[in-house]
Protein backbone atom coordinates (compact mmCIF):
# COMPACT_ATOMS: atom_id res chain seq x y z
CA UNK A 1 0.00 0.00 0.00
CA UNK A 2 1.95 3.22 -1.30
CA UNK A 3 1.33 6.56 0.18
CA UNK A 4 1.43 5.74 3.96
CA UNK A 5 3.20 7.02 6.48
CA UNK A 6 5.19 5.86 9.27
CA UNK A 7 4.39 5.77 12.67
CA UNK A 8 7.85 7.46 13.33
CA UNK A 9 6.90 10.36 11.14
CA UNK A 10 3.85 10.66 13.75
CA UNK A 11 5.82 10.57 16.53
CA UNK A 12 8.30 12.78 15.75
CA UNK A 13 5.78 15.65 15.75
CA UNK A 14 4.14 14.76 18.12
CA UNK A 15 0.91 13.94 16.95
CA UNK A 16 1.39 10.10 18.32
CA UNK A 17 3.32 8.17 20.96
CA UNK A 18 4.35 4.91 19.48
CA UNK A 19 5.48 1.36 20.64
CA UNK A 20 6.79 -0.46 18.11
CA UNK A 21 6.19 -4.26 18.76
CA UNK A 22 4.21 -3.69 21.93
CA UNK A 23 2.62 -7.15 21.47
CA UNK A 24 4.81 -10.08 19.78
CA UNK A 25 4.67 -11.22 16.46
CA UNK A 26 3.65 -14.70 17.74
CA UNK A 27 1.18 -12.90 20.02
CA UNK A 28 -0.21 -11.17 17.45
CA UNK A 29 -0.59 -14.60 15.37
CA UNK A 30 -2.36 -16.06 18.31
CA UNK A 31 -5.46 -13.72 18.53
CA UNK A 32 -5.48 -13.83 14.88
CA UNK A 33 -5.93 -17.72 14.92
CA UNK A 34 -8.44 -17.09 18.20
CA UNK A 35 -10.45 -14.54 16.32
CA UNK A 36 -10.84 -16.09 12.85
CA UNK A 37 -13.32 -18.60 14.93
CA UNK A 38 -15.01 -15.98 17.58
CA UNK A 39 -18.28 -14.66 18.02
CA UNK A 40 -18.97 -11.14 16.90
CA UNK A 41 -21.35 -8.32 17.76
CA UNK A 42 -21.72 -4.63 16.07
CA UNK A 43 -19.19 -2.54 17.76
CA UNK A 44 -21.11 0.30 19.65
CA UNK A 45 -21.01 3.92 19.22
CA UNK A 46 -22.04 5.99 21.51
CA UNK A 47 -23.53 8.68 19.31
CA UNK A 48 -24.11 8.98 15.47
CA UNK A 49 -22.84 12.49 14.27
CA UNK A 50 -25.17 12.93 11.58
CA UNK A 51 -28.66 11.77 12.43
CA UNK A 52 -29.70 9.01 9.89
CA UNK A 53 -26.01 7.86 8.68
CA UNK A 54 -24.01 5.30 10.23
CA UNK A 55 -20.67 6.64 12.00
CA UNK A 56 -19.64 3.16 11.96
CA UNK A 57 -19.47 -0.76 10.62
CA UNK A 58 -17.57 -3.05 12.33
CA UNK A 59 -17.73 -5.71 14.91
CA UNK A 60 -16.38 -6.19 18.24
CA UNK A 61 -14.93 -9.73 18.81
CA UNK A 62 -15.56 -11.52 21.99
CA UNK A 63 -12.63 -12.58 24.04
CA UNK A 64 -12.03 -14.75 26.71
CA UNK A 65 -11.39 -12.70 29.96
CA UNK A 66 -7.28 -13.48 29.94
CA UNK A 67 -6.82 -12.71 26.74
CA UNK A 68 -8.02 -9.30 27.84
CA UNK A 69 -6.30 -9.13 30.84
CA UNK A 70 -3.48 -9.87 29.34
CA UNK A 71 -3.63 -6.66 26.97
CA UNK A 72 -4.67 -4.25 29.46
CA UNK A 73 -1.59 -5.33 32.01
CA UNK A 74 0.56 -4.68 28.96
CA UNK A 75 -1.21 -1.50 28.94
CA UNK A 76 -1.19 -0.77 32.39
CA UNK A 77 2.69 -1.03 32.23
CA UNK A 78 2.77 2.29 30.14
CA UNK A 79 0.56 4.07 31.67
CA UNK A 80 3.41 5.96 33.63
CA UNK A 81 5.01 7.16 30.25
CA UNK A 82 1.47 8.20 29.06
CA UNK A 83 0.58 10.27 31.63
CA UNK A 84 3.45 12.04 31.20
CA UNK A 85 3.46 12.16 27.51
CA UNK A 86 0.36 13.72 27.46
CA UNK A 87 0.69 15.65 30.91
CA UNK A 88 -2.43 13.97 32.34
CA UNK A 89 -3.62 11.34 35.26
CA UNK A 90 -5.45 8.59 33.37
CA UNK A 91 -5.70 6.15 35.87
CA UNK A 92 -8.02 3.40 34.46
CA UNK A 93 -8.68 1.54 30.87
CA UNK A 94 -12.31 2.74 30.27
CA UNK A 95 -13.35 0.40 27.57
CA UNK A 96 -10.91 -1.96 25.34
CA UNK A 97 -12.50 -3.24 22.22
CA UNK A 98 -10.99 -6.11 20.26
CA UNK A 99 -12.30 -5.55 16.64
CA UNK A 100 -12.37 -6.70 13.51
CA UNK A 101 -13.36 -4.88 9.94
CA UNK A 102 -14.50 -7.25 7.06
CA UNK A 103 -15.18 -5.98 3.78
CA UNK A 104 -17.62 -3.18 3.26
CA UNK A 105 -16.51 -1.97 7.28
CA UNK A 106 -15.31 1.52 8.29
CA UNK A 107 -15.83 3.80 10.99
CA UNK A 108 -16.34 7.70 9.39
CA UNK A 109 -14.33 10.48 10.54
CA UNK A 110 -14.82 11.37 14.65
CA UNK A 111 -13.18 12.20 17.74
CA UNK A 112 -13.25 9.82 20.60
CA UNK A 113 -14.09 12.42 23.35
CA UNK A 114 -15.97 15.81 23.12
CA UNK A 115 -17.88 17.68 25.88
CA UNK A 116 -21.25 16.40 23.82
CA UNK A 117 -20.18 12.95 25.02
CA UNK A 118 -19.95 14.48 28.57
CA UNK A 119 -22.99 12.46 29.81
CA UNK A 120 -22.53 9.10 27.88
CA UNK A 121 -18.91 8.57 29.05
CA UNK A 122 -16.65 10.15 31.40
CA UNK A 123 -13.39 12.14 30.36
CA UNK A 124 -11.40 10.24 27.95
CA UNK A 125 -7.68 11.26 28.50
CA UNK A 126 -5.41 8.86 26.02
CA UNK A 127 -6.93 6.84 23.13
CA UNK A 128 -5.01 4.03 21.97
CA UNK A 129 -4.98 1.43 19.00
CA UNK A 130 -2.67 -1.60 18.91
CA UNK A 131 -2.37 -3.42 14.99
CA UNK A 132 -2.84 -7.15 14.95
CA UNK A 133 -2.34 -7.54 11.29
CA UNK A 134 -1.59 -5.69 8.13
CA UNK A 135 -2.43 -5.46 4.99
CA UNK A 136 0.53 -7.31 3.39
CA UNK A 137 0.51 -10.47 5.45
CA UNK A 138 0.33 -13.10 3.48
CA UNK A 139 -2.27 -15.43 5.23
CA UNK A 140 -4.85 -13.22 6.74
CA UNK A 141 -3.94 -9.53 5.09
CA UNK A 142 -6.83 -6.37 3.67
CA UNK A 143 -6.68 -4.07 1.75
CA UNK A 144 -8.75 -0.57 2.42
CA UNK A 145 -8.97 0.26 6.12
CA UNK A 146 -6.51 2.72 6.24
CA UNK A 147 -6.25 4.57 9.56
CA UNK A 148 -6.07 7.98 8.67
CA UNK A 149 -5.78 11.05 11.42
CA UNK A 150 -6.91 14.69 9.99
CA UNK A 151 -4.87 17.57 11.00
CA UNK A 152 -5.66 20.90 11.42
CA UNK A 153 -4.13 23.39 9.22
CA UNK A 154 -3.49 27.27 9.95
CA UNK A 155 -6.46 28.05 7.10
CA UNK A 156 -9.21 26.08 9.35
CA UNK A 157 -9.18 23.04 6.95
CA UNK A 158 -7.73 19.78 7.51
CA UNK A 159 -5.24 16.77 6.01
CA UNK A 160 -5.54 13.47 5.90
CA UNK A 161 -2.43 11.78 6.65
CA UNK A 162 -2.77 7.47 6.65
CA UNK A 163 -0.77 5.67 9.13
CA UNK A 164 1.46 2.54 7.95
CA UNK A 165 0.03 -0.10 10.13
CA UNK A 166 2.54 -2.41 11.88
CA UNK A 167 1.55 -5.61 13.21
CA UNK A 168 2.02 -5.39 16.99
CA UNK A 169 2.39 -1.34 17.40
CA UNK A 170 0.71 0.51 19.68
CA UNK A 171 -0.01 4.11 18.83
CA UNK A 172 -1.55 6.45 22.00
CA UNK A 173 -2.80 9.96 21.09
CA UNK A 174 -5.64 12.92 21.84
CA UNK A 175 -9.33 11.99 21.93
CA UNK A 176 -10.16 14.95 20.46
CA UNK A 177 -7.74 14.45 17.00
CA UNK A 178 -9.94 13.62 14.23
CA UNK A 179 -9.59 10.35 12.89
CA UNK A 180 -10.86 7.63 10.82
CA UNK A 181 -11.17 3.83 9.88
CA UNK A 182 -11.27 3.76 5.70
CA UNK A 183 -13.68 1.31 3.89
CA UNK A 184 -12.15 -2.10 3.70
CA UNK A 185 -12.20 -3.14 0.55
CA UNK A 186 -10.81 -7.13 0.79
CA UNK A 187 -9.51 -9.29 3.59
CA UNK A 188 -9.78 -8.79 7.25
CA UNK A 189 -8.56 -5.59 9.28
CA UNK A 190 -8.18 -6.83 13.62
CA UNK A 191 -6.83 -4.36 15.84
CA UNK A 192 -7.78 -3.17 19.47
CA UNK A 193 -9.23 0.13 20.32
CA UNK A 194 -9.25 1.53 23.92
CA UNK A 195 -9.76 4.53 25.73
CA UNK A 196 -7.82 5.67 28.94
CA UNK A 197 -9.32 8.17 31.49
Known sequence: MSGLIPATFFASRGILQIYQQFLKPESCRKLIEYVKSSELIPAPVYEEPVPGQTARKTSEVEVPYNIKRELADRVYEQ??????????????????????????????????WGPELEPVTSRRLISFVLFINTPDDPEFGYSGGELVFHLPQRNGSSIGLPLKPEAGLLIAFDPLLMHEVREITSGVRLSVAGWLS
Open 79 to 112: LGFLNQAFKCQATQIQMMQVLRYDAGDYFRPHRD
